[in-house]
């Protein structure tokens, strides 16, 4: 097979790289610690907005006429919201100039209907249409068929079952829900609940959605397929979904108010004190919201009206364009944005630096959560992505926090190094069969379960990454871990099982292999592993293969989808730094790539000490949802920079 040419972008032309005279790196890496600091809170944390698709809009919209309490003034701005965000051939895509995409099209599309617009509107033409190209409502997912049930656009028969019973399997039985991603579990509470009571709302016929559904509603088969193959998982799933929905049928049901029962404490318990919500993130507690009202508590109840608050947190009320974010980022904004500015040069001294690193500490969390059901025997600790999570610390932002806080001297070391210590073993207690680390949880690896009929939003595992387990052993290389020890011997062992033919990694929390590749190369040289052996140097070659003429680095959400378009895309500055430091990594400040990313960086930044970024970079679901971090654009250059600064400084 030939390969794909790499693309050269309009911009990349030599007349084109030489916009602007570059600065000193000196000069750039100030700028930037001024930017930085100017955006720090009065309490010491970093926190910028996470950007994200057209699609938490119109769930909010959907939810609203489903609850039948539409506040006209959000829905007046989600709306507009929805429609600067339609592409040219009239669907909705789910990453900067990514193509339309069938789910996120359908709900908008739905969204603009319920808010008025007429179908004959030229915009609601051109999107129905697209939507039929893309294969309508019944090429939606899961998720996206449940919500239109709900409003009596898509019968209930052929939405995967969801049972409570799954709240009452032992952790025994091979199917339990710690065999589920953390993220999974607070999302299916909920909806079990939905799942049994199916409370449908009926709309007016001008709301209906016939339209999207190619063959019309009467003449589709909306079964999900099963596996040509008889002996194969999904069809056994879908045999389980049939005998479910039998089940559900009887007049009897022996078990069911016991389960829905557990399920409604389990889910009640996580949207308690302590959490910004149920797991804090957008679908877990849009589901929640409409979970306690089908269980019939009442507006006035407090959980109700904390729910409605947390929810209301999400929203970015920007008189020009409103927002819902997914979630909320300090803890890593905080974290990252410590360590590229102590590692340009503020002291750890600085009142800045100092405020922060307390404000790190103050958010670990010693509460026993979901996590202790799969690692046993440790004292809690970790830290959470948001400001309030307590039943879901990560690994990432654990791994994050302390590299920050090594940086910074403790007011009380004693009390400091009493915290590291019990985060670092709480951290190392994550390591996986397979000798890597995951987000969240360990050993929730079961292939099988991504067969499970409701499984197709590509998030009910949490599986091992090179991008973390790479990071894990940039940590234990700063703080002088053993790397002789077992720990690090199978972390490499990990990375050098998941290289790519090409030399690079896959990034499972970033865009993508560029991310990969980078934080893997950063690692190993951490550790101090050779960085001159043939696979190593592999992974250094394909980067400098990707780079683009304009000296940047760039690569689109859609090597996802097409591995073939990895490392490929304009030049984006977080994606620059990325690569810049996975180079640095290996040594030899005078490789031309390393003086063109420099050059490139330095050149594009913006006059306030930032730089601009039209793309997306982050990864919160492959192939299903993405992430822009507005911090990305500031911080990661910052750290780039430094790193090639003190390289050359040697």
């Given at each position: 097979?030939?390969?794909?040419?790499?693309?050269?972008?309009?911009f990349?032309?030599?007349?084109?790289?030489?916009?602007?005279?570059?600065?000193?790196?000196?000069?750039?890496?100030?700028?930037?610690?001024?930017?930085?600091?100017?955006?720090?809170?009065?309490?010491?944390?970093?926190?910028?907005?996470?950007?994200?698709?057209?699609?938490?809009?119109?769930?909010?919209?959907?939810?609203?006429?489903?609850?039948?309490?539409?506040?006209?003034?959000?829905?007046?701005?989600?709306?507009?919201?929805?429609?600067?965000?339609?592409?040219?051939?009239?669907?909705?895509?789910?990453?900067?100039?990514?193509?339309?995409?069938?789910?996120?099209?359908?709900?908008?599309?739905?969204a603009?209907?319920?808010?008025?617009?007429?179908?004959?509107?030229?915009?609601m033409?051109?999107?129905?249409?697209?939507?039929?190209?893309?294969?309508?409502?019944?090429?939606?997912?899961?998720?996206?068929?449940?919500?239109?049930?709900?409003?009596?656009?898509?019968?209930?028969?052929?939405?995967?079952?969801?049972?409570?019973?799954?709240?009452?399997?032992?952790?025994?039985?091979?199917?339990?829900?710690?065999?589920?991603?953390?993220?999974?579990?607070?999302?299916?509470?909920?909806?079990?609940?939905?799942?049994?009571?199916?409370?449908?709302?009926?709309?007016?016929?001008?709301?209906?959605?016939?339209?999207?559904?190619?063959?019309?509603?009467?003449?589709?088969?909306?079964?999900?397929?099963?596996?040509?193959?008889?002996?194969?998982?999904r069809?056994?799933?879908?045999?389980?979904?049939?005998?479910?929905?039998?089940?559900?049928?009887?007049?009897?049901?022996?078990?069911?108010q016991?389960?829905?029962?557990?399920?409604?404490?389990?889910?009640?318990e996580?949207?308690?004190?302590?959490?910004?919500?149920?797991?804090?993130?957008?679908p877990?507690?849009?589901?929640?919201?409409?979970?306690?009202?089908?269980?019939?508590?009442?507006?006035?109840?407090?959980?109700?009206?904390?729910?409605?608050?947390?929810?209301?947190?999400?929203?970015?009320?920007?008189?020009?364009?409103?927002?819902?974010?997914p979630?909320?980022?300090?803890?890593?904004?905080?974290?990252?944005?410590?360590?590229?500015?102590?590692?340009?040069?503020?002291?750890?001294?600085?009142?800045?630096?100092?405020?922060?690193?307390?404000?790190?500490?103050?958010?670990?969390?010693?509460?026993?959560?979901?996590?202790?059901?799969?690692?046993?025997?440790?004292e809690?600790?970790?830290?959470?992505?948001?400001?309030?999570?307590?039943?879901?610390?990560?690994?990432d932002?654990?791994?994050?926090?302390?590299?920050?806080?090594?940086?910074?001297?403790?007011?009380?070391?004693?009390?400091r190094?009493?915290?590291?210590?019990?985060?670092?073993?709480?951290?190392?207690?994550?390591?996986?069969?397979d000798?890597?680390?995951?987000?969240?949880d360990?050993?929730?690896?079961?292939?099988?379960?991504?067969?499970?009929?409701?499984?197709d939003?590509?998030?009910?595992?949490?599986?091992?990454?090179?991008?973390?387990?790479?990071?894990?052993?940039?940590?234990?290389?700063?703080?002088?871990?053993?790397?002789?020890?077992?720990?690090?011997?199978?972390?490499?062992?990990?990375?050098?099982?998941?290289?790519?033919?090409?030399?690079?990694?896959?990034?499972?929390?970033?865009?993508?292999?560029?991310?990969?590749?980078?934080?893997?190369?950063?690692?190993?040289?951490?550790?101090?592993?050779?960085?001159?052996?043939?696979?190593?140097?592999?992974?250094?070659?394909?980067?400098?293969?990707?780079?683009?003429?304009?000296g940047?680095?760039?690569?689109?959400?859609?090597?996802?989808?097409?591995?073939?378009?990895?490392?490929?895309?304009?030049?984006?500055?977080?994606?620059?730094?990325?690569?810049?430091?996975?180079?640095?990594?290996?040594?030899?400040?005078?490789?031309?790539?390393?003086?063109?990313?420099?050059?490139?960086?330095?050149?594009?930044?913006?006059?306030?000490?930032?730089?601009?970024?039209?793309?997306?970079?982050?990864?919160?679901?492959?192939?299903?949802?993405?992430?822009?971090?507005?911090?990305?654009?500031?911080?990661?250059?910052?750290?780039?920079?430094?790193?090639?600064?003190?390289?050359?400084?040697?």
């Amino acid at each position: 097979m030939t390969p794909l040419a790499r693309p050269v972008f309009p911009f990349e032309s030599p007349e084109l790289t030489l916009l602007a005279e570059p600065k000193s790196v000196e000069e750039s890496i100030t700028k930037a610690q001024g930017n930085l600091l100017r955006q720090q809170r009065a309490d010491g944390h970093w926190e910028a907005e996470l950007l994200v698709d057209s699609t938490l809009c119109s769930d909010y919209v959907l939810y609203m006429h489903w609850a039948d309490r539409v506040d006209e003034d959000l829905q007046r701005k989600c709306i507009a919201h929805i429609r600067r965000r339609q592409l040219s051939d009239g669907g909705w895509n789910i990453f900067i100039n990514g193509p339309s995409e069938i789910n996120a099209s359908v709900k908008a599309y739905f969204a603009l209907k319920l808010a008025g617009h007429s179908p004959n509107a030229p915009w609601m033409r051109e999107a129905r249409a697209n939507i039929l190209r893309l294969g309508g409502i019944p090429a939606t997912n899961t998720y996206a068929k449940l919500y239109l049930a709900l409003l009596g656009q898509f019968p209930w028969k052929y939405v995967p079952t969801i049972p409570p019973e799954i709240f009452l399997f032992p952790q025994w039985f091979f199917f339990n829900l710690s065999e589920m991603s953390s993220w999974t579990r607070p999302i299916l509470a909920p909806l079990t609940i939905l799942n049994h009571f199916k409370p449908t709302r009926t709309l007016p016929a001008e709301f209906q959605l016939h339209e999207l559904y190619p063959a019309g509603l009467e003449n589709t088969d909306l079964s999900l397929k099963k596996d040509p193959r008889f002996w194969a998982w999904r069809n056994f799933f879908l045999r389980c979904d049939q005998l479910l929905k039998i089940y559900n049928d009887l007049p009897f049901h022996p078990l069911r108010q016991h389960a829905l029962k557990v399920a409604e404490k389990w889910m009640t318990e996580r949207m308690g004190e302590g959490s910004e919500g149920l797991a804090a993130i957008f679908p877990s507690m849009l589901n929640a919201m409409m979970a306690l009202k089908v269980l019939g508590y009442k507006d006035d109840h407090p959980l109700v009206q904390k729910a409605d608050r947390d929810f209301a947190g999400l929203f970015v009320d920007d008189p020009e364009d409103f927002r819902i974010q997914p979630c909320l980022s300090p803890v890593w904004d905080t974290a990252i944005t410590t360590i590229a500015l102590a590692e340009s040069g503020v002291p750890g001294t600085d009142e800045a630096m100092q405020h922060a690193a307390q404000w790190l500490e103050d958010r670990e969390v010693r509460f026993v959560g979901d996590w202790a059901q799969r690692v046993h025997g440790i004292e809690p600790s970790g830290w959470a992505f948001e400001h309030d999570n307590k039943y879901y610390p990560d690994t990432d932002d654990t791994m994050m926090v302390l590299m920050a806080l090594r940086h910074v001297p403790a007011k009380d070391k004693a009390k400091r190094d009493a915290q590291f210590q019990r985060a670092l073993k709480w951290l190392l207690a994550f390591q996986c069969e397979d000798g890597g680390w995951a987000a969240f949880d360990k050993d929730v690896t079961a292939r099988w379960l991504e067969h499970v009929p409701f499984a197709d939003h590509n998030a009910i595992l949490d599986p091992t990454c090179s991008d973390l387990t790479a990071r894990v052993l940039e940590l234990l290389g700063y703080i002088g871990y053993d790397r002789e020890s077992t720990v690090v011997k199978r972390a490499v062992a990990m990375l050098r099982r998941t290289q790519e033919s090409d030399g690079s990694w896959y990034g499972r929390w970033g865009v993508n292999y560029l991310y990969g590749t980078w934080q893997v190369l950063r690692g190993l040289a951490a550790i101090g592993e050779n960085m001159d052996q043939e696979w190593i140097r592999r992974g250094r070659d394909w980067l400098e293969s990707c780079q683009n003429e304009d000296g940047g680095w760039g690569e689109t959400c859609e090597s996802y989808n097409f591995p073939a378009l990895k490392g490929r895309g304009p030049s984006t500055a977080s994606q620059t730094a990325w690569a810049l430091m996975g180079l640095c990594a290996c040594g030899d400040a005078s490789r031309e790539s390393i003086e063109r990313g420099v050059a490139y960086l330095t050149r594009t930044q913006e006059a306030d000490g930032s730089w601009t970024e039209d793309y997306t970079t982050g990864t919160g679901f492959p192939c299903v949802f993405y992430l822009k971090y507005e911090m990305y654009r500031q911080h990661f250059p910052l750290l780039a920079l430094a790193t090639y600064q003190q390289m050359v400084q040697r």
